[in-house]
Nanobody, 119 residues
Framework: VQLQASGGGPVQAGGSLRLSCAAS?????MGWFRQSPGKEREFVAA???????TEYADSVKGRCTISRDNYNMVYLQMDSLKPGDTAVYYC?????????????????WGQGTLVTVSS
């Protein structure tokens, strides 16, 4: 199983980025997490296989949208970015929806893509 995340980069506060994650096959749940230096990895968003169920961390709700297509691609559209959003963003895949916000719930992880938001 391979997960390939991309789309990170530098952006000014208030700007937007779209992260992409290519999975080698479909999974019951796909999630995005992020990790800043000195902090634990934290949940950002998750989407189920059908795309009908989505969940977001309170810190990004209203600013981020997770979506997926029929070809095992998952996206995270991030708008109104803040310096506090600076982190390495990871996509992850799991075999069940339950526990979608927990790091330990996911079976596979991508390599991460760095998002840097400057003020």
């Amino acid at each position: 199983v391979q997960l390939q995340a991309s789309g990170g980069g530098p952006v000014q506060a208030g700007g937007s980025l779209r992260l992409s994650c290519a999975a080698s096959r479909g999974f019951a749940v796909m999630g995005w997490f992020r990790q800043s230096p000195g902090k634990e990895r934290e949940f950002v968003a998750a989407i189920d296989r059908s795309g009908r169920s989505t969940e977001y961390a309170d810190s990004v709700k209203g600013r981020c949208t997770i979506s997926r297509d029929n070809y095992n691609m998952v996206y995270l559209q991030m708008d109104s970015l803040k310096p506090g959003d600076t982190a390495v963003y990871y996509c992850a895949a799991g075999i069940t929806w339950s526990g979608f916000a927990e790091v330990d719930h996911y079976n596979y992880w991508g390599q991460g893509t760095l998002v840097t938001v400057s003020s």
